[in-house]
Structure formats: C-alpha cells, structure tokens
C-alpha cells in the first residue's frame, strides 16, 4: 500500500518555506526521500531510519514520526532550483527490505 | 563511473510487439530495481533482483519478464506489448553495504506503444 503524501502539489515564491508530509498505514523501519527534475531521474536527499535522528543538509531536512508513521521534509527559505517533485519511499522492515515503496509524489513550483 | 545507464532512451512499439530494456551498473551493487512511472502514479515497483540470478515480482509486474544472468545487468522484457505499458522506466542499483542504502537511478527509458 502506496504512503500518502501531502500536499499533492505547492507554489511557493522564493525564500519561503515548505512542508511536505508523507503517511503510511503500516510501521516503518525507514523513510526515504528522493526529487525529481522534469524528464529526469530521481534523486537520493536523504533516508531516516527508525530510532535515529532528525536528518538534514543544507536548508533541507527531515523528521520521522515512529508513533504516527509519518515523515516531513522540510525546506526553508525555498531556492528556485528546489522546484521538482519529491516523492518519499518507505520500507517496512530492515531484514528483508529488498524494496521501496514509493508514494505519489508532491509537486513543489517556486516562483522568483 | 558511469553509475546507472539504460538502454534505449525512448522506443515507440506497435500492439503485440516485444522488445528488452537493457539496465547496466558499474557500482558492483547486489539489488537491482525495475519501475514504471506515470502521471499521478509516482514510482511502482516492476521487478526486482537481490543477486546475479534472483528476480522477484514487485506490485504491478504482469506483462513483464526479467532476467539478472549478470551481476552489472538487469534486463526487462515485455513480451507483447499493450497501449497501457506506455510508460517512463526507470532501472535503479542499491548499495546494500554502506549504512545510507541509497538508491541510484537511471536516466529512464520513454515507451510509447501504439
């Protein structure tokens, strides 16, 4: 069963800021978070594991909600190359998580 | 390193046609990750391989044969191909052995079948 992202799509002018949530109706061992470019491939951001840390880089981060089974990106003071569309992946367990899997995605736009 | 390449970009097939995507990674990776993606969709697992030798099904895999005789390849094949396989594919490697278990794609592979 497909985590269930929100929003399905943001416009946000630059230097403002987004959240973007993902859930899933099953536990999770870890969360995954990946952008796409238009006509590109997706990119690894980052990965959150179950009983680890609040990752983050840049002005990009993420936490993860082992209660709720729910993770958030956060992005802060947006930059135009941000736009793209995120899509977060989970796994369900570390043994034996061979796969991920990923939800619908959220289409992030910045305008200068 | 190359990383991730697929073979063809884009293909147009008529109904009932077959063909093979070619997936190749230099990264020495054990899994390997067939995807099919269309609008509203996001990423939905095809097939996928844990080792030379291994395919498993992933959640929308009818239609859809693949092979792993190569540890660096992984091929797809759709034996006749239907107007509902109109997709973008994306092939992707998995590092098992460092603790952030990435996922690396390639650059995808459009198919138009008619």
């Known amino acids: 069963q497909q985590p269930v992202q929100s929003p399905q799509a943001v416009i946000l002018r630059e230097g403002e800021d987004a959240v973007i949530n993902c859930s899933s109706s099953k536990a999770l061992y870890s969360v995954h978070w990946y952008r796409q470019k238009h006509g590109e491939a997706p990119v690894f951001l980052m990965i959150?594991?179950?009983?680890?840390e609040q990752k983050g880089h840049d002005k990009i981060s993420a936490s993860f909600n082992e209660k709720k089974q729910q993770s958030s990106l956060y992005l802060t003071a947006s930059q135009l190359s941000y736009s793209g569309t995120y899509f977060c992946?989970?796994?369900?367990?570390?043994?034996?998580?061979?796969?991920?899997?990923f939800g619908t995605g959220t289409r992030l736009t910045i305008i200068p | 390193n190359a990383g991730v390449t697929q073979t063809p970009k884009f293909r147009v097939l008529k109904t009932g046609q077959s063909m093979t995507l070619l997936c190749a990674q230099d990264?020495?990776?054990?899994?390997m990750y067939w995807y099919r993606q269309d609008p509203g969709m996001g990423l939905r697992l095809i097939h996928y391989s844990v080792g030379e030798g291994t395919t498993a099904k992933g959640e929308v895999p009818d239609g859809y044969n693949v092979s792993r005789l190569k540890k660096q390849n992984f091929l797809l094949g759709l034996e006749s191909a239907a107007p509902s396989q109109t997709s973008v594919y994306f092939c992707?490697?998995?590092?098992?052995?460092?603790?952030?278990?990435?996922?690396?794609f390639g650059p995808g592979t459009r198919l138009t079948v008619l």
């Open positions: 992707a490697s998995r590092n098992t052995l460092t603790f952030t278990d990435t996922q690396y």
């Open positions: 990264m020495n990776h054990e899994y």
């Open positions: 959150l594991l179950k009983g680890g």
């Open positions: 992946g989970t796994a369900i367990s570390n043994f034996g998580n061979e796969k991920l899997t």
